[in-house]
């Protein structure tokens, strides 16, 4: 694992762990360890079998696998709704998620994600819980997910599917966390960036919805050939077996027909559309509708 751990007792799970005095590495690296101290703070402050009791009160999980898998015309679009970014800062003043999330809907969006990290992106569980009040459409819980707590807490907060990064877990953990996923009845996009990661996600059992990001999350570079470049790596029995999704990028129509001319069937957009005044004819323009 290149991304390392501060807590000791991530030893036992396979990670290297960073001594006290070391600085991070990478923006990456800056925010897992934030995520450890986060989590920890979540347990004190709340009994994980608290949260998995709200579950009961929570509305049953939306099919976001099945609303991506059937929309075959053009690639389906996950509208990302993020305040911010590490790398450029504040991309909309004026952040409503509600207001935002309808537009997204209005617009043909097929699923939308949510960030919920507070620190680095400006995002929260509690944005994740008001858009699911006023959409129908399935909701990503865009986490960096390093504890099943995390999850627990996204499906009552109304998630329905749940982003795992294979660049910050073990083989063994996201096996385990997609599982917990599934257990929930929600979907999992596992995400990854390298040919090493590609290759150890293909070996992990019941994954189905695979994302490339063509953001580089150590230096947060965005390259839109990534997706072409790990694409066409993959023998077509084996990329048949997946449902593709392309992250990052992404602006305008003819990216759109990149990248689905490399087998994506589904893309994550975030920053094209949410710096746009009228979000609705942004998304409206992007699908060509």
Request: hydrophobic share 45%; with cysteine.
């Amino acid at each position: 694992m290149q991304v390392r751990r501060q807590s000791k007792s991530a030893i036992s799970k396979g990670y290297a762990i960073a001594a006290p005095t070391d600085t991070p590495q990478n923006i990456l690296e800056k925010i897992v360890w934030h995520k450890e101290q986060e989590v920890a703070e979540m347990y004190a402050n709340e009994s994980i079998e608290s949260v998995k009791a709200k579950l009961a009160n929570a509305s049953p999980p939306r099919d976001f696998y099945g609303s991506l898998q059937n929309f075959r015309t053009t690639p389906a679009l996950i509208a990302e709704i993020k305040k911010a970014s590490p790398s450029k800062g504040v991309f909309r003043e004026d952040f409503d998620p509600v207001a935002i999330a309808q537009a997204y809907e209005q617009g043909g969006a097929r699923c939308l994600s949510v960030l919920t990290d507070v620190k680095f992106f400006q995002g929260s569980f509690v944005n994740l819980q008001l858009v699911r009040q006023v959409v129908e459409l399935p909701l990503l819980c865009k986490e960096f997910i390093i504890d099943p707590y995390q999850i627990y807490l996204g499906r009552s907060h109304g998630a329905d599917a749940v982003l795992l990064i294979a660049a910050i877990l073990t083989n063994a953990e996201l096996a385990e966390l997609q599982a917990l996923i599934h257990q929930l009845g929600m979907t999992a996009l596992v995400e990854v960036h390298t040919q090493v990661e590609l290759d150890r996600v293909l070996q992990i059992p019941d994954v189905n919805l695979i994302g490339i990001n063509n953001r580089d999350l150590e230096t947060f570079v965005v390259e839109l050939e990534q997706t072409k470049i790990l694409m066409d790596r993959l023998d077509p029995a084996v990329s048949a077996k997946y449902l593709w999704v392309s992250e990052s990028g992404i602006f305008t129509q003819q990216d759109l027909g990149f990248v689905q001319g490399c087998g994506i069937s589904a893309v994550l957009v975030g920053e094209s559309l949410i710096k746009q005044q009228n979000i609705k004819e942004a998304v409206k323009n992007l699908l060509g509708n």
